[in-house]
T-cell receptor
Framework: DAGVIQSPRHEVTEMGQEVTLRCKPI?????LFWYRQTMMRGLELLIY????????DSGMPEDRFSAKMPNASFSTLKIQPSEPRDSAVYFC?????????FGPGTRLTVL | AQSVTQPDIHITVSEGASLELRCNYS??????LFWYVQSPGQGLQLLLK??????LVQGIKGFEAEFKRSQSSFNLRKPSVHWSDAAEYFC????????????FGTGTRLQVFP
């Protein structure tokens, strides 16, 4: 199994641009999580899905952030418009019965 | 609200020395407890987990952790540290189930000197 796949691995964009982060969970996992990691706030959950349905989006910072999971094998996290304070590493994770498996992350830099 | 505290931001040890990383949690019931490791530029890898039963759990890479309900702690230990153990270590709590959202501590960065 290839594990959780995230793309791109690095993204540099300018303030105001739209950014889309992608995640392919491990096949058979029915829960998917988006986390953000920054020096100031550490690792924080943004949103998670169960069977493609958003369960808890209380961690989504504001309306500029949106996440979708159109099917069991794909999810996106979109930021529109992006701001410099969105610069962070964004992790996607999927879970089996008792463990979350993390992807390698996308390092986002907003100039 | 549930929370996880890792009191040590940065720890430095010599190779071959023993290691203990502290983790305290705040939660009413017995939580689902995890330790993850993150190497530079990498994602998080699960070291070990505790749900119930024997309070001393063994993980990968020679790590172990002990759940102490009376102290609300889940400290990570290793008897002899290797240079390759240098990384950041995160303690996490699963709120309502092992696959529910995780609440992470702020992490402890481990540096290993030869």
């Amino acid at each position: 199994d290839a594990g959780v796949i995230q793309s791109p691995r690095h993204e540099v964009t300018e303030m105001g641009q739209e950014v889309t982060l992608r995640c392919k969970p491990i096949s058979g996992h029915n829960s998917l999580f988006w986390y953000r990691q920054t020096m100031m706030r550490g690792l924080e959950l943004l949103i998670y899905f169960n069977n493609n349905v958003p369960i808890d989006d209380s961690g989504m910072p504001e309306d500029r952030f949106s996440a979708k999971m159109p099917n069991a094998s794909f999810s996106t996290l979109k930021i529109q418009p992006s701001e410099p304070r969105d610069s962070a590493v964004y992790f996607c994770a999927s879970s089996s019965q008792d463990e979350q498996f993390f992807g390698p992350g996308t390092r986002l830099t907003v100039l | 609200a549930q929370s996880v505290t890792q009191p040590d931001i940065h720890i430095t040890v010599s190779e071959g020395a023993s290691l203990e990383l502290r983790c305290n949690y705040s939660y009413g019931a017995t939580p689902y407890l995890f330790w993850y490791v993150q190497s530079p530029g990498q994602g998080l890898q699960l070291l070990l987990k505790y749900f119930s039963g024997d309070t001393l759990v063994q993980g990968i890479k020679g790590f172990e952790a002990e759940f102490k309900r009376s102290q609300s702690s889940f400290n990570l230990r290793k008897p002899s540290v290797h240079w390759s153990d240098a990384a950041e270590y995160f303690c996490a709590v699963g709120v309502s189930s092992p696959t529910d959202k995780l609440i992470f501590g702020t992490g402890t960065r481990l540096q290993v000197f030869p």
